[in-house]
């Protein structure tokens, strides 16, 4: 069955340090994958997506990630994180058997103590 | 810049009413979908549609139904609301890419809190 793995539920840094959250997915064909963000009381909203080329893919607020194709995984990275990065993060695959369906991780909470 | 409009940001129904969840999207995008957003389970696909009067079931469709009669919007139904409805709803659109074989960013809405007593 398709899934999406995201490895730790809830991380919690202090301001400056650096983050990494994990996601593996189970598909083995052609994939497009993302990563969503909702900030407290806010709509998802889009961070970034590799669709194909340059495996890292940057994104907004100084966010990136990188397609590891034999490992299956996408992780997320930001070298510095600040306070206003508390949020819970989604990372989601596109597989292409599954047409226009996106499938999502259980998510990550943020929590970034100032 | 996409917008997304749910028709209610909080919603308290009984046990055995019919409730609907109206979403219109601005931007004439042929996908639109229905989650739920549930603590540690992510986000799970209700029903999608690909364009008018389409729908396709997601992965949990059970209890629910949905209406796509105009482009911009599509309607979730809970025939007869139970306690384990209750959840945050998600409506999402996307543009069609690759003839429908994949989907392209999906936009989402600001939700619905539906709680079911």
């Known amino acids: 069955a398709q899934s999406v793995s995201q490895h730790n539920h809830h991380v919690i840094l202090s301001e400056a340090a650096s983050l990494e959250l994990g996601c593996n997915y189970s598909y083995g064909g052609t994939v497009n994958l993302f990563w969503y963000v909702q900030y407290p009381g806010q709509h998802l909203q889009l961070l970034l997506k590799?669709?194909?080329?340059?495996?890292l893919v940057k994104g907004i607020k100084g966010f990136e990630a990188e397609f590891i194709k034999s490992k299956f995984s996408f992780n997320l990275r930001k070298p510095s994180v600040q306070w206003s990065d508390t949020a819970e993060y989604f990372c989601a695959v596109n597989a292409g058997e599954y047409g226009n369906k996106l499938v999502f991780g259980a998510g990550t909470i943020l929590r970034v103590k100032s | 810049d996409v917008k997304v409009t749910q028709s209610s940001r909080y919603l308290v129904k009984r046990t055995g009413e019919k409730v609907f969840l109206e979403c219109v999207q601005d931007?004439?995008?042929?996908?639109m979908f229905w989650y739920r957003q549930d603590p540690g389970l992510g986000l799970r696909l209700i029903y999608f549609?690909?364009?008018?009067?389409?729908?396709e079931k997601g992965d949990i469709p059970e209890g629910y139904s949905v209406s796509r009669e105009k482009k911009e919007r599509f309607s979730l139904i809970l025939e007869s609301a139970s306690t384990n409805q209750t959840s945050m709803y998600l409506c999402?659109?996307?543009?069609?890419?690759?003839?429908?074989?994949?989907?392209?960013?999906?936009?989402f809405g600001p939700g619905t809190r539906l709680t079911v007593l």
């Open positions: 931007m004439d995008h042929e996908n």
């Open positions: 590799y669709f194909s080329g340059d495996p």
């Open positions: 999402a659109s996307s543009l069609e890419v690759a003839g429908g074989r994949r989907t392209d960013t999906q936009y």
């Open positions: 549609s690909y364009d008018v009067k389409m729908k």
